[in-house]
């Protein structure tokens, strides 16, 4: 791949001045994977190992094997009846086979990688919604809860024919085939089958969130997911002496495609850091010497993975290869990028995406200016541009630099839409660009700056929640009349969904009782509320609707009142306000009283309660 400088929205210009189409970009991921496989056939492509502590037990597999392993799975889907139409939905921790699987089945048809750790209701519904044809999931192996989710899967949804098993013991259920034992049937030294894959055809739906019952599944086409992988690496300056770490889960975007197409698409090497990746504790802790073996120079993680390698030491351990950490899916403290960045010496890129527009839109650039708390610059062909709408969503205008509006994109990422049409009517404004439902602002020099959300979205490291399924479940208890849901700031995990309750009238409803029903009726683990509050009455707008940004000032505030009051009797008064502020969005106001510290102190302790933390405040002080 060609290499770039890339220091401003200058270079990015420079870039586009030649077209896209004559960047010779692949039509498709297998054609991708294919031609750099026939460049460097014995390099290394991918390698294993089971968890941190087995990190020097590695599996490698060589750009000849990992085609070959494609191919295998692409035959074998075919002769299962799989067509270019037709749906694989995977289940699968971070291992060798779930590559083979994506790969493989995007060549022969679409793949549908899906969270195994929501419940097994949900999967089912993701699964009636995709159409699946061929179900790929790991077996029944100790620690692992996926199985016996397959197993009411099954009884769910009797049109699933076939389930191709990963590891575990063998069984003689009906309809259930060894993956491994299949996959040695079937030729690696090309398809079996003719296919010619236009870069418009879809090769991937992937789960968003979407209401119970309803998934919201967003589709991806091969033209989008190659562009992607170009991208990435001109932005990211991969190259074929790229080492890159693989910890977050191969059923989000940013794995399958920033670790994994976009490192294939240059001939780089893919370390697949074990089957839980980031979730390992082993791998955390391990993560330094993981670098220093296999000459990593770049990983990419949510702001919970770089807060856990703040507390690993990294003294004696060489991890110069490292060029660059990438950091997405939800927005960083402030403090936390400067600290992580003092620790190690490296450099973090922060970016932005979404699944809708295949994985990134914005990043600082390597080479110029990162500027702190900011996404960066777009992607080159793909604009981006804030605009202001009005209250049905309909454009009004383009907005002045510095002005906060609604961010929207259009581009060769951008998605085709859901594969329910009731999700597509709020998704486009003035025809063809994607509202991303963010709020931000961009600045004289191009960089764009998150401001706040106005799509409901909750964000829990890196992982999407819809508030429609915290809402809709606990609707069905007795007594309640109003719900919202909303994301609360957390130090750990970005944000962590909470709820706010209103009663009908005369009926008393507690915290703890909500919660424990809460439990028992989501879904999803990571969507229960980590706290519900019951209100007299929710706020609402002069015209009776729901207001939820008073409610996430409120969330704000008590989370920011509760660290401040740790401070004990350093401060005699703490009173935090919240609201908007036309550059920053959400601002927190915290007016305080010192006893016997100076401001200055004072200060500094507040920094230190608040330091990963992500919305913005200031320090007012008042007279005892």
Known sequence: MEQYSIRGIADIERIEQVPLEQRGIPASTYEMIRDQAQRTPERIALTFFQNGEQYDKPLDFSYQQLLGGIHRTANMLRDLGVG??????????????????????QACGVVN???PMLEAEVIGQIMAAAKTKVLIALGDVPGSDIWPKVEKLRSMLPELKVVLRVLGPPTTAEGVLDFDEQLGRYDAQGLSFERSIDPQDLCALFHTGGTTGTPKLAKHTHAMETYIAW??????GFDCDSSMICGLPLFHVNAVLATGLAPYAVGARVVLAGAAGYRDRTLIGNFYKIV????????????????????????????SSLRYAICGAAPMPIELFRNFEAATGMKILEGYGLTEATLVSSINPRDGERKVGSIGIRLPYQPMKCVKLDENGVFQRDC?????????????????????????????????????GDLGRRDAEGY???????????????????????????????GVSLVAAIG??????????????????????????????????????????????????????????LFKPALRWDAVRRVYQRELGALGEMVQSCKVEVGEDKIHGMLATIRVVAADEPEQAVESKIKQALANYTVRYRVEWKSA
């Open 488 to 545: 609360r700031p957390d130090p750990y995990a970005g944000e962590v969904p909470v709820a706010y309750v209103e009663p009908e009238q005369g009926v008393a409803l507690t915290s703890d009782e909500l919660m424990k029903r809460a439990g028992e009726l989501i879904g999803e683990r990571a969507a229960v509320p980590k706290e519900i509050v019951v209100l007299e009455s929710l706020p609402k707008t002069a015209v009776g609707k």
């Open 113 to 115: 990688p899906i969270n």
């Open 292 to 319: 220093e073996r296999y000459r990593a120079t770049f990983f990419s993680g949510v702001p919970t993975v770089y807060a856990g390698l703040l507390q690993v030491p990294a003294a004696g351990i060489d991890i």
């Open 448 to 478: 764009f700056w998150i401001t706040g959300r106005e799509k409901d979205l909750i964000i829990r490291g890196g992982h999407n929640i819809d508030p429609s399924m915290i809402e809709n479940a606990l609707a069905k208890i007795p």
């Open 231 to 236: 991208a990435v690496g001109v932005m990211a």
């Open 400 to 436: 002045d630099d510095d002005e906060i509006g609604t961010i929207v994109i259009k581009g060769p990422n951008v998605f085709p839409g859901y594969t329910d049409e009731a999700y597509n009517e709020t998704c486009w404004v003035a025809q063809d660009w994607l509202n991303t």
């Open 84 to 105: 270019p139409d037709d749906v694989v939905s995977l289940l699968l921790p971070n291992l060798p086979q779930t590559q083979f699987a994506i790969w493989g089945g």
